[in-house]
Every structure is written in structure tokens, then in C-alpha cells.
């Protein structure tokens, strides 16, 4: 998630110029984006899980 705060402005330039250009793309680039963002929240998910069954165990 810190990649994605840090590259907004980046993020932000290329759907701007590719909603223009080539649409297609810019679709592309939503959907990475998501795939992205998805995946680390289910590691953080799954890390999370694994914290609270070892503090159940106490």
C-alpha cells in the first residue's frame, strides 16, 4: 500500500493521458491496480489471522 501512496501522482498522469490516448490501457491500468491492492490484502489478512490464533492460544 506505501507503493501506491508514493506513486499516486504517477498513477494519476498515466490514466490521465491514457483515458485520452488509449483507453484501453487505462482499463489496464485500473484493474492492475486492483489485482494489486488484492493481493496484499490477503496477505494481510492471512497474516492477521495467524496473529490472533497465536494470541487465542494464550
Known sequence: MHQIKKYSVL???A????AFVKPVFCF????SLLLYVA??????????NKMASKLQAL
Open 15 to 18: 490514466f490521465g493521458i491514457s
Open 11 to 13: 498513477i494519476m498522469v
Open 39 to 48: 493481493i496484499h490484502a490477503r496477505l494481510f489478512f492471512k497474516q492477521l
Open 28 to 31: 489496464f491500468l485500473i484493474g
